[in-house]
């Protein structure tokens, strides 16, 4: 098993530009997410899937969109990428609502 | 509002030296309390998982163990490869996304 999977690794983006995070996960997992991780400032949650066909905003949702796929893949858009958006970007999931977590390797991204 | 707060931000400890980290939260209606293991460049680990007050859990030279209010994660006699930042997180409490609120995690570095 793989676990979660995302790409790509890094990404350099200039302004205004658009990008597409991808994520996917073997553990036929209901659940899915994603996170934003600054320095000082922690994990913070951007959107979730509790489910497939089921999207709902997190902590910090202004400037994403997401897309749940089909039950393994859940991505990440940037239509007009920011500055502000610099940061590294966690996809998890996890079978259901009392389960942990399981994290995938991050995708680290630059916006110039 | 649902808040994670770890301490000391940094923790440097000579190899053997046991010692504790912190994790206090406020979370009403806690439906389990997470312990992750994050090394650099990588996405987190999962460790523990905590339900109940009074509640401890083991692995190698780590225990983890949950009062009404905080957790502590006890480390004895660390090795250099216990070098990470551990991170504590919450589920968000009832009404709220569907997501782990993170603390802002423990840096921990074992010297030989």
């Known amino acids: 098993n793989a676990g979660v999977t995302q790409t790509p690794k890094f990404q350099v983006l200039k302004t205004g530009q658009s990008m597409t995070l991808q994520c996917a996960q073997d553990?036929?997992?209901?659940?899915m997410y994603w996170y934003r991780q600054d320095p000082g400032m922690g994990l913070r949650l951007i959107y979730y899937s509790a489910s497939e066909g089921t999207t709902d905003k997190g902590e910090v949702p202004n400037g994403y969109n997401v897309s749940r796929l089909n039950k393994r893949e859940f991505s990440l858009r940037l239509e007009s990428a920011a500055p502000s958006q610099t940061s590294v970007y966690f996809c998890?999931?996890?079978?259901?609502?009392?389960?942990?977590?399981?994290f995938g390797p991050g995708t680290r991204l630059t916006v110039l | 509002e649902d808040q994670v707060t770890q301490s000391p931000e940094a923790l440097r400890l000579q190899e053997g030296e046991s010692s504790s980290l912190n994790c206090s939260y406020t979370?009403?209606?806690?439906?389990?309390l997470f312990w992750y293991r994050q090394d650099p460049g990588k996405g987190p680990e999962f460790l523990f998982t905590?339900?109940?007050a009074g509640e401890e859990k083991e692995k190698e030279r780590l225990k983890a163990t949950l009062t009404k209010k905080e957790s502590f994660l006890h480390i004895t006699a660390p090795k250099p490869e216990d070098s990470a930042t551990y991170l504590c997180a919450a589920p968000y409490s009832g009404g709220g996304a569907d997501g782990l609120t993170f603390g802002k995690g423990t840096h921990l570095i074992i010297q030989p």
């Open positions: 979370v009403s209606g806690l439906r389990g």
């Open positions: 553990m036929n997992h209901n659940s």
């Open positions: 998890a999931s996890r079978e259901d609502s009392y389960n942990e977590q399981f």
């Open positions: 905590l339900y109940s």
